[in-house]
RNA sequence: GUGGGUGUAGCUCAGCUCGGUAGAGCGCUGGAUUGUGGCUCCAGUGGUCGCGGGUUCAAAUCCCGUCACUCACCCCA
């Protein structure tokens, strides 16, 4: 038998109603606040990524699939959207229009990563994108659009908003030596994890979950305490604009950010229904980005959300109307022909209709029509065709009715539509 | 890449310590109800015990190896 392969993943049943629950949100939502949707390859040279994600992050460094094309060219699958995203921007020059340029994108990435609960090999993200603006309102309204999106799905109940504010190329360096500078005096109470850190990147250790790292990081200075003027009035703005659209947040100064390109604004949405893997969706400035990978010197804000954690949450929740199907068909003897005519002038009219392809006794159909939760049964026998009519049963409440053919729309009308 | 846990029926799992006929619940099929679902009762169907090797008269059970899944770390959505 064949396996998948680890990591990936069938996704299907119960499960898939939630996706497709969640997807006509992403597209609903985008639109309303001005996102047209952009698809980006899933395939791109790997440079791309290494450019625009950064070669020293472990994304690029250990989890990309990567591979040699017949051309020689390195190829990768994306492991996240904002890199492509920007790759098109610039290559399709769409900076030059004027104004700000928004775009959202949904669909899998790949991360070379054990799999472990709420992290997947294959993983789903929707994300929007904001170029050609630096203002803080811009901030605030990719941040409302995301707690919005949480509030469609039905579950701003289980998550948090954090933001922090990480600097700019201006203020962070300044910021990072202080904040060595205090990790060296007790570098000997750090763990193993920490005290390479200390090296890499040391603003990660504020982030560190081990007890004694904690406590030693409470006391460490914070990047909020040390922006630059600008950087400071900025994040003063965000603030104010989103208590002005009635946005609840948290300022959590110890957020950090393991892409290169974020400046400024960083914030995410945080469950603690799990045990790892809590962030469900996050994002940040990104005002370097475009210049990095080649076009003009345009600021971009924007967020991502792991579609396979929200689904996680939301089966914890019983938050998605169940599936029913309008009709079951149910035909007792050899009268499939004339009854694939009338189940097929109902499926014209809009409803939903099913049959069992075997045909076994109206008992066992019976039982099925109940296994696919349909609203009605249709029974149609001798009985009934001699009649030239249908036997409508409510199968909640029990009830049938014998309803002649020229009726059968009319009365599926008022039963079926609200 | 590192560490822990688990692999037995379609699903959830018991049995393994102390070797001796492979089990339960749910599901599925049929019947009680010959044209009527859900509830109940009855019967039936269903497993190379992950795979390979070893020990033994005998292995789901003990030993070795291997693969897979899973949770966590690193890191991330």
Request: net charge neutral; charged share 30%; with cysteine.
């Amino acid at each position: 038998m064949y396996k998948k392969v680890r990591g990936f993943r069938d996704i299907f049943g119960d499960e898939i109603y939630y996706w497709n629950f969640i997807e006509k949100i992403i597209y609903d939502l985008s639109r309303r606040y001005g996102y047209s949707e952009y698809k980006i390859p899933v395939l791109e040279k790997a440079e791309v990524f290494n450019r625009g994600i950064g070669s020293t992050t472990d994304i690029v460094e250990k989890e990309m699939f990567i591979f040699k094309d017949k051309n020689d060219d390195f190829l990768a699958l994306r492991p996240e959207g904002t890199a492509g995203m920007v790759r098109g921007f610039v290559e399709n020059k769409l900076y030059a229009i004027s104004g700000v340029k928004k775009y959202f994108y949904y669909g899998p990435m790949f991360r070379r990563e054990r799999p472990q609960k709420g992290r997947y090999r294959q993983f789903y993200q929707f994300g929007v994108e904001a170029f050609g603006s630096a203002s803080p309102v811009l901030d605030s309204e990719v941040i409302k659009l995301l707690t919005d999106f949480f509030k469609e799905c039905k579950i701003e109940d289980k998550l948090k908003l954090e933001i922090n504010s990480i600097g700019c190329p201006e203020c962070r360096p300044l910021y990072k030596d202080k904040l060595t500078e205090y990790f060296e005096t007790s570098k000997d109470e750090l763990c193993e994890d920490c005290r390479r850190r200390l090296n890499t990147n040391p603003m990660r250790i504020l982030d560190c979950k081990i007890e004694s790292c904690k406590a030693i990081a409470e006391k460490a200075p914070v990047m909020i305490n040390y922006l630059c003027r600008e950087c400071a009035q900025h994040f003063e703005s965000v603030k104010t604009n989103l208590s002005n659209m009635n946005v609840s947040f948290e300022v959590n100064p110890h957020m950090v950010r393991g892409l290169d390109y974020y400046v400024r604004t960083a914030f995410e949405m945080v469950t603690d229904e799990f045990e790892a893997n809590s962030t469900v969706g996050a994002g940040g400035r990104y005002d370097g980005l475009v210049k990095q990978l080649g076009g003009p010197d345009q600021p971009g804000i924007g967020f991502a959300v792991g579609i396979d954690r929200l689904v996680g949450l939301m089966e914890s929740k019983d938050v998605i109307p169940q599936y029913h199907l309008d009709i079951f068909f149910v035909l007792p003897d050899g009268l499939l022909d004339e009854g694939v005519k009338i189940i097929n002038n109902i499926r014209e009219k809009g409803y939903s209709v099913d049959m069992d392809f075997d045909l076994g006794s109206v008992k066992s159909q019976m039982k099925k029509a109940n296994r696919f939760k349909a609203k009605f049964a249709l029974i149609f026998g001798q009985n009934e065709l001699d009649k030239k009519s249908v036997t409508i049963k409510d199968m909640d409440k029990g009830n049938q009715e014998l309803v002649p053919f020229s009726r059968l729309m009319e009365k599926l009308s008022i039963k079926l539509d609200k």
